[in-house]
C-alpha cells in the first residue's frame, strides 16, 4: 500500500496567518493569546486566542454571509491548495473533508433574537444550523467537486479528518484530500459553558491563564483557529514532482463509550490509542494536547511515562496559540510539520512544569533534528486520537 503524504497545507490562528508567521511564533516561543475585555464587568474579562482578521473577502470574493469558522477554513484551504497545486488533479477526484466542534454557534448566538421573526432572520440562517456549509463552502471556494464531509467529533475532529481522507486514498476513491479542522468559538454561549463545567480558565492575565503541565494553575484559555493540510499518495506526489512536506505513518481515532461530558480519568483508554498508533516506533518527542485542565494533561503524562519513562521529550504548543478546539489536531501537524522542516521542538511556555517533573516537558526551544512526531488529541465525551507524523 502506497504511503499517505502531506503535500501542502494553510494556517490561520492568533498572530499567525501563514507557513513563516506560525514558524516565528514556534522556534522563539511566542505567546499570541491577548484579553478580551468587557467593558461593564470587568470580572468578564477572559483570556483567549483572538485572530483580528474578519476573512469577508478572499482572493477578492465576498464571503461576509458565511460563518466566521468557515471563513478562516477557506483561507487556510486556499493556502493549502496553492502549495500543493491542487490544480493538477480532476475536481471530481479531490475530496473535502473538515473537522469543527462548534460550528457556526458563534453566529446563532449573536443573531437568534432575529430568528424569532420571518422578517428579520437572516437569508442564510440556515446554513448557521447546517455545519456541513464547511466543507461545502470549502469545496466551493477551491472549484472541487468530490467527496465532500464533514466531521463534528469535536476536539479530535480534524485528526479524524485525517484519519477519513487516509483511507479514501487508500482505496483509490480520490487521488488527494484536502483535510483539517477550524473553530471560532469566542461567544458567551461557548465561554460560560465551559466556565460552568469548571476548565476555562479564569485568569486575566495572560501570562498565568492556560498553562500545560501545571497542577498550580487551572484551566485552558479558548482560541479562534483553522489548520488544513493537503494528503495525497506518494507515488502520485512523485509523478508530478511535487514537494512533500511529511507522511501520516499511522492514526487512530476511538471513542470510551462514556457518559455525557464525561471521560475516563485513568487514561487507560487513550494509552492504548497512543501505544497503537507508536507501534515500534520512538518518536523524535510528542506533540501534547496538554492544555491546562489537570485531568487532561495528567493523562499526558501517564501515557508518556508507562510507555517511553523519561527517554521521549514532550511539549504542548497551547500556552501560545490556546486551544482552537476541532482546529487543533491539524494545527499540531503543521506545527510538527514545521519542526521537522527546520529542525527544532517548540517550547511549552509560561509552564514550569509544577507537579510534572517525572516527565522531559520541553521548556526552551530545542534544535535538533525531527524524523517522527507523535500528536496527541482528547475531546468531550471520551474521544482519543493520536497521529504519528515522519519526515518525508
Known sequence: MDDIVITGYGIIGPGVLDKYSFLNVLEKGLCTQSIIKNVNHSQSHLV???????????????????????????????????????????????????????????????????????KTTPLQGVSFADTHTLSGSVAEATGLCGPAFTITTGCTASIDAVSFGKLLLESGTVDACIVGGTDAPLGQWTINGFKKLRVLSTET???????????????????????????????????????????????????????????????????????????????????????????????????????????????????MIGHSFGAMGAMQIISSLLSMEYGFIPPTIKSKGRGFEDIPIVFETRYQAVESVCITTHGSSGNNACLLLTHS
Do not use: C, W
Open 205 to 319: 492575565t495572560i501570562e498565568n491563564a492556560g498553562i500545560p503541565f501545571s497542577t498550580e494553575h487551572r484551566g485552558f484559555v479558548l482560541s479562534e483557529g483553522a489548520g488544513v493540510i493537503v494528503l495525497e499518495r506518494r507515488q502520485t506526489a512523485n509523478s508530478r514532482d511535487q514537494r512533500i512536506y511529511g507522511k501520516i505513518e499511522h492514526v487512530i481515532s476511538r471513542n470510551e463509550g462514556q457518559k455525557l461530558l464525561s471521560s475516563d480519568t485513568t487514561g487507560r483508554h487513550m494509552l492504548e490509542v497512543f501505544q497503537e498508533t507508536l507501534g515500534n516506533t520512538v518518536p523524535s518527542y510528542v506533540n501534547s494536547q496538554a492544555l491546562g485542565i489537570e485531568i487532561n494533561d495528567q493523562i499526558e503524562r501517564f501515557i508518556l511515562k508507562e510507555t517511553f519513562g523519561t527517554k521521549v521529550p514532550i511539549t504542548s504548543i497551547k500556552g
Open 48 to 118: 483567549a486566542g483572538l485572530i483580528e482578521e474578519s476573512f469577508q473577502e478572499i482572493n477578492g470574493k465576498n464571503y461576509k454571509r458565511h460563518p466566521r469558522s468557515v471563513r478562516m477554513a477557506i483561507a487556510a484551504a486556499m493556502d493549502a491548495y496553492e502549495m500543493a497545486h491542487v490544480n493538477d488533479f480532476k475536481p471530481h477526484r479531490v475530496a473535502v473533508i473538515m473537522g469543527t466542534s462548534a460550528g457556526a454557534i458563534l453566529e446563532i448566538e449573536q443573531n437568534y433574537l432575529k430568528f424569532l421573526e420571518l
